[in-house]
């Protein structure tokens, strides 16, 4: 089956820096790769998704980027605000196991003022 | 219009005993899963459901048993309660199964003592 690696399982970062969290995935075959963000005590929520025939995409101040060649995906947060702390998990999806989400372990960031 | 909606919220069993977690979305979805979440681990996927009639294990079925009881409600049992399903769990759903967006229940922490 799908196996999502993601690093790095913590970071933490000023205010007003840029943070960038890498997924690596081992199914040619997945198609569909979202970001979802969990704040502590609460459910998993989309932030950004990238789908197969795109190569970047951006949202305000999230992007994502899709490399299939090499089998990773980025997220890249830039100017950082407090708000953002929270748990950020990758995830890929394919044909298998009923196109389920397949999630990295996550990543805690913690921005500080 | 509820979403994905997950009962109870947090359960305590004794070694041994069973329950069954509820969970019903009203957004028409055809595709349903149960994950569990452990601290460090991401969301592991238990079982899933890709349409209505259809169930299928996932990555941690051993344990637990699924009911797709109609389109809308996913019910996940635990028929012999042990400390090592002490979890948070959550349910989700998707319109369909292509690179769409899953949508999170509000979770249920279980305590096995």
């Known amino acids: 089956g799908e196996n999502v690696e993601q690093h790095p399982s913590t970071l933490s970062v000023q205010e007003g820096d840029s943070a960038v969290i890498k997924c690596t995935y081992s199914d040619s075959a997945s198609n569909y790769f979202p970001w979802y963000k969990q704040e502590l005590g609460k459910r998993p929520q989309l932030i950004i998704d990238i789908r197969s025939n795109v190569g970047e995409k951006k949202d305000q101040r999230i992007a994502v980027t899709l490399n299939k060649t090499a089998k990773h995906f980025s997220l890249h947060i830039t100017e950082t605000q407090p708000e953002d702390s929270a748990v950020y998990f990758c995830?890929?999806?394919?044909?298998?196991?009923?196109?389920?989400?397949?999630f990295g372990k996550g990543t805690s960031l913690l921005v500080t003022p | 219009n509820a979403g994905v909606t997950q009962t109870p919220k947090f359960q305590v069993l004794k070694t041994g005993q069973s329950m069954t977690l509820q969970c019903a979305q009203d957004m028409n979805h055809n595709s349903m899963y149960w994950y569990r979440q452990d601290p460090g681990m991401g969301l592991r996927l238990i079982y899933y459901s890709a349409s209505e009639g259809t169930t299928d294990k996932g990555e941690v079925p051993n344990g637990y048993n699924v009911s797709r009881l109609n389109k809308r409600e996913f019910s996940l049992r635990l028929e012999s309660a042990a400390p090592s399903q002490t979890s948070v769990y959550f349910c989700a759903s998707r319109i369909d199964s292509l690179n769409t967006e899953a949508f999170f229940g509000q979770g249920t922490r279980l305590t096995v003592v």
């Open positions: 995830a890929a999806t394919n044909s298998n196991s009923g196109y389920a989400l397949n």
